[in-house]
Every structure is written in C-alpha cells, then in structure tokens.
C-alpha cells in the first residue's frame, strides 16, 4: 500500500496558477490509478480529475476541464495537478487518492489518502 503526501497549495489572486504534487511512498506506485478530489467546507468531497497507472488515460470533472490537467511521473512516484485560470470557488482543500486497478472519478472507490493542501482563490 502507498502513503500520499500533497503539497503546492496556497492563496492565489482569480486567474492565477498553482500546481499541486501528490509524493506516494512505498511500493509499486506505479500500479496504481490516482485522482484528484476537493472539498469546501459545508460542501461534500468533489471529483476533480483521474489518471491511469500509465498516465494514457485522463478525465476531468466538467469544472476542471480546459483549465486543469493532470499528470503522473512514475519514475518520482508523483502525480501533479496543473491549475491555471482559477476561480474563487476553485477554493477548496484538495487531496489525492490512490486505488487499484481503473481509474473512475468516484471517491468511494479509492482507498488510500492523503492529507490534503488547502488551496484558496481570492477575488
């Protein structure tokens, strides 16, 4: 099983960029799918975008598409999440998962976590 660990979050003024890292430990990273999901408070957690084990497969939620993009380096067991054009409700605390085999946007079916990066978009 993985151990994940985010960082890159921040306050970033609306239109801004941040990338967020997702540093797995333990053993075969590379095996595992790993999404992106948010949450706001008062709000339930969110799909924000998925990768593949190989990173040949992506999808977005509807918000994110055009404007986030997610990305995998096997090699440094890390998956990013590159988001540009950012909007207040973007604001959120932002984790990412990992699960076994495909890919899916529904968080029940991941089963490791991380901690999260609080991630706030001033207007």
């Known amino acids: 099983q993985v151990q994940l660990v985010e960082s890159g979050g921040g306050l970033v003024q609306a239109g801004g960029s941040l990338r967020l890292a997702c540093l797995a430990s333990g053993r075969a990273f590379s095996s595992y799918a790993m999404g992106w999901f948010r949450q706001a408070p008062g709000k339930e957690r969110e799909f924000v975008a998925t990768i593949s084990w190989s990173g040949g497969g992506t999808y977005y939620a509807d918000s994110a598409k055009g404007r986030f993009t997610i990305s995998r380096d096997n090699a440094k067991n890390t998956v990013y999440l590159q988001m540009n054009s950012l909007k207040p409700e973007d604001t959120a605390a932002y984790y990412c998962?990992?699960?076994?085999?495909?890919?899916?946007?529904?968080?029940?079916?991941?089963?490791?976590w991380g901690q999260g990066t609080q991630v706030t978009v001033s207007s």
């Open positions: 998962a990992a699960k076994s085999g495909n890919y899916y946007r529904d968080p029940r079916l991941y089963d490791t």
